[in-house]
C-alpha cells in the first residue's frame, strides 16, 4: 500500500460536498426568482436546479430557453 494514499483530510470530500450543494441552492432560488418574473413554472425549474447530478444541465437549459423566450418576446409584433 502507498504511503501517499492516505494524504487528504477525511472531511476534504464532506466539505466539497456541502460547498456545491449551497452553491446549488444559491442557484436554484435565483432562477425560481427569475423564472417567476418571466412567468415561467418557477417551482419546476427550482425543483430541475436543486437535483443532483442533473441540476447544473438544468441550469444550462433554463438560460437558454430564457435567453430564447426573451428574444421572442422582443422581435413578436404589437398586436
Keep these: 500500500m502507498s504511503p501517499y494514499m492516505y ?3 477525511p ?7 456541502i460547498v456545491v450543494w449551497i452553491v446549488q441552492l444559491l442557484i436554484a432560488f435565483l432562477i425560481y426568482r427569475d423564472a417567476k418574473e418571466q412567468k415561467m413554472l418557477a417551482p419546476v425549474w427550482a425543483i430541475l436546479a436543486i437535483l443532483p447530478m442533473f441540476g447544473f444541465f438544468a441550469d444550462v437549459l433554463y438560460l437558454v430557453i ?3 423566450r426573451v428574444q421572442r418576446t422582443a422581435t413578436a409584433p404589437e398586436l
Aim: cysteine-free; aromatic content about 16%.
Design 66 to 68: 430564457r435567453e430564447f
Design 11 to 17: 472531511f476534504g470530500g464532506l466539505l466539497l460536498m
Design 7 to 9: 494524504h487528504a483530510s
